[in-house]
């Protein structure tokens, strides 16, 4: 049964870093990112700008999405980091905790969810996700990551 926590906890950021990993979509400098980020908000640091949600499988975390409140806006967030583990991918649980995070963000009072995404064909699935996911193509940023790799800018009305 698929079951979803907001709480973090210790063995999260080792939890994170292993989800991260098994994509093959991040160099490991990339996928520690998130770790840090969950190893401060175990802290007790930035609890408003980030904020985690777990998908659990039989108990077992398989998915997890960081997100939170853009600094200097009462009511947009940001989906920063959104992983799912490598052999669960396709499987309906990224628009599950897609959809579960729509609500909680709904129930903290957001109004719109922004995430950026490359525009590489590596990324190509990961686009079409967002879509399927209801997220609309807002802007693309002209060789934002690099000369060859396009910051495509998505987001979703609440
Ligand atoms: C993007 C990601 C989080 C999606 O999670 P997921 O659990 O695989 O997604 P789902 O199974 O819920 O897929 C939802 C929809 O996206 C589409 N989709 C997912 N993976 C796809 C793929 N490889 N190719 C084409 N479409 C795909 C599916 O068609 C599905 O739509 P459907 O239910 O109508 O068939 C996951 O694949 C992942 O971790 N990717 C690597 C890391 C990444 O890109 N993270 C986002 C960084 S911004």
Redesign the pocket.
Known sequence: MLQFRDEITANDPEIIRNIANS?G?FDKDTAEISVNIAQTTLKGYNKDNYKFLFAEYNGKTI?YACFGRIIDSSSTYELY????LNE?????????IISELINHIKNLGGRKIY?K?DGTSQ?A??R??YE??GFKNEAILKEYYESYDDCYIYSYHL
């Open positions: 994509t979509f998915a980091w959104l992983s799912t669960y991918r396709g499987l309906g649980i990224g628009k599950k995430v995404t990324y699935p990961t079409k996700f399927k996911c």
